[in-house]
């Protein structure tokens, strides 16, 4: 009996650390960091019963009529649209694929193939359109963004980076939430070694620039899990500025089961790999145009780490938030056949992201907080990541009021 039990327990107990493990994140730093760049600094969330605990947004108020006019080089380079065989479209300078097996025919079909499913998607969803230019700069639209990522290779591990894009969402003045592969690629060389995000970008029209990303974080479980495991599939990027002091940011939300089971309306915000166009700028290759679009549908299933719904959605959206009622409560994270879906923000994760957002966050001391809602019955929680924590000065110290 007790030769029984013995592997049977470790077998549990294997499972259960592995578990626990799974619900860490992972960090890749992709450029070195000044000390004290950035600050620790609580995050005050709240908690409406039969909704769920959400931190407050911030809406910068601002809207941009001009933007820098930005020169692209003249001899910027060709970038070629490749389908992956995962399904995945990469983008790769012409003169890599020159004297390889890769036909003509091909090339034209990875265009086509991207056109056809950007026709099939409007077609069979009526709720799929374009956000206009004015329209993407205001709320919750101009929190969203397009991501040009650099992984180390293509899926058929030509010798050159790759290039993919993906979306996210502003979640506090220099943090991006997104779909962790967008920042770890299993068939792509790992970590991406290279992100750019450009907020409320409508063609070549940049209101509030671009930023790069400085650290990377996802979850332990999605690195080394299996590729097709979404459970952990969502990821941060803690950018160089904090440009979500002049865009805002959205709202995060822990949604409860009852909540969700009443099958609220979800809708999706992202950019669509379609209308990329990809140039360099002093050598350094930039999205020169992209279009936003926006989707939306009613929640019908909800999982313990998973939501899944009907939205049709375009490649490019990966990474895209889940919203309702103005709250990212999930990111998109795949559509593959009849089964579309994302990495909901449980309460692990939701814990996970703002122990982040408070240990790599740059200060702005005339931070202007948002008012108090009225008419709900909410508690307040205060959170402080106990890694790195370290006292600050009362000037950098950013008071919040409850949204």
Sequence with gaps: MRTLLIPLLSLLYGNSSYGMASQEFEEQILCPIQPDYFQEDKITYSHVKGVGSYTPPYDSGK???????????????????????????????????????????????????????????????????????????????????????????????????????????????????????????????????????????????????????????????????????????????????????????????????????????LTIIGYSLQDAKLKTKQGVVNIKSARMYKQAGILQEMQPDRLLYDINTLEGQNGAPIITDSRVLGIHTHREGAAIGGSRITANKFERILETISKYRIPKTDYAAPTTSQGEEIEEYEINSERGSKNINNSHFIKRNVY
């Design 63 to 265: 809207h941009q009529d001009i933007a820098e006019f930005i020169i692209y080089d003249e001899e910027s380079p060709k970038y070629l649209v490749q389908k992956a065989i995962d399904g995945k479209h990469e983008f790769i300078e012409e003169k890599v694929l020159e004297g390889r097996s890769l036909e003509e025919s091909k090339k034209e079909n990875a265009f086509q193939e991207v056109n056809r499913v950007a026709q099939l998607a409007r077609i069979s969803n009526e709720k799929m359109t374009k956000v206009s230019s004015s329209k993407a700069q205001t709320v919750p639209y101009k929190f969203v963004g397009v991501l040009l990522i650099t992984f180390p290779h293509t899926q058929d591990k030509i010798n050159s980076p790759t290039r993919c894009i993906g979306s996210g969402v502003l979640v506090g003045p220099n943090h991006v939430l997104t779909a962790g592969h967008n920042l770890y690629d299993h068939k792509r060389g790992g970590w991406a070694q290279d992100i750019m995000f450009t907020p409320a970008q409508h063609k070549t029209f940049k209101p509030f620039g671009t930023t790069k990303g400085t650290i990377l974080r996802t979850f332990r479980g999605w690195i080394q899990g299996r590729e097709d495991e979404n459970d952990y599939d969502i990821g941060l990027i803690i950018l160089s500025n904090p440009i979500g002091y002049k865009a805002g940011w959205i709202s995060l939300l822990n949604a409860e089961d009852n909540f969700l089971a009443s099958h609220p309306t």
